[in-house]
């Protein structure tokens, strides 16, 4: 179940989402509850009016605006300041028909645009898996989750970087499509064909969205 906290982030993103435009007014019913998971129309109510309160939303004859404060506070939750700015942890199965979506597509495709992709077995351990999976995740600047075949742990880390404020950087083969997973299909995903695709797009997507790396040479 979210949090009050998630719950008001992902209804202000929601709105900052359907505006075409900084300052546009956004018109909200009941069904917008969908959103978080919004037990009674009254929740709904509840979160808009904290939301005013708290300076991220306007209201003006029954719709609501993000604010400048609004704006403000969504770009720290994608763009945190905790992490390692160049490292982007990765999210996906172990599978040999994804071996080379790994080694061909997103860890070139991440060095493009000048950031590290690293998965959990990026590095000798001893230590128990999930402990570094969750240190990973902590540590880095994001995640890059391919959802392809699946996975249920690639899902469940991108769920984890979500509730830190990581960005997450949704991947999937295009014959994936249509089995992605209802909570999260309302996301971007890159849709990939073959590995050069995929490190094509990443690398685009990543300087399009966060700039060049620190881990670039030029």
């Given at each position: 179940m979210l949090s009050v906290p998630d719950k008001q982030n992902a209804l202000l993103q929601d709105?900052?989402?359907?505006?075409t435009y900084p300052g546009e007014s956004v018109e909200l019913t009941e069904r917008d509850?969908?959103?978080?998971?919004?037990?009674?129309?009254?929740?709904?109510?509840?979160?808009?009016?904290?939301?005013?309160?708290?300076?991220?939303?306007?209201?003006t004859h029954g719709k609501y605006t993000v604010s400048a404060k609004g704006w403000d506070y969504m770009e720290h939750l994608t763009n945190p300041t905790n992490g390692n700015?160049?490292?982007?942890?990765?999210?996906?199965?172990?599978?040999?028909?994804?071996?080379?979506?790994?080694?061909?597509?997103?860890?070139?495709?991440?060095?493009?645009?000048?950031?590290v992709a690293k998965r959990v077995d990026t590095d000798p351990?001893?230590?128990?898996?999930?402990?570094?999976?969750?240190?990973?995740?902590?540590?880095?600047?994001?995640?890059?989750a391919?959802?392809?075949t699946q996975n249920a742990g690639a899902y469940f880390e991108a769920g984890f970087a979500i509730g830190l404020g990581r960005p997450v950087v949704w991947t999937v083969r295009k014959d994936e499509v249509t089995k992605l997973h209802f909570d999260t299909r309302q996301f971007i995903h890159l849709v990939w064909e073959d590995e050069p695709d995929l490190r094509n797009k990443l690398?685009?997507?990543?300087?399009?969205?966060?700039?060049?790396?620190?881990?670039?040479?030029?």
């Open positions: 709105v900052a989402k359907r505006s509850g969908v959103v978080f998971d919004a037990s009674h129309r009254d929740e709904l109510r509840y979160h808009l009016e904290t939301l005013i309160e708290r300076e991220l939303l306007k209201a700015r160049s490292d982007f942890f990765v999210a996906m199965a172990f599978k040999d028909e994804l071996a080379a979506a790994w080694k061909d597509g997103i860890q070139p495709g991440a060095m493009d645009a000048g950031y351990h001893n230590g128990r898996i999930d402990d570094r999976i969750l240190a990973g995740i902590r540590s880095s600047y994001g995640v890059i391919d959802v392809t690398s685009l997507h990543f300087q399009a969205v966060f700039g060049r790396g620190p881990a670039s040479s030029t």
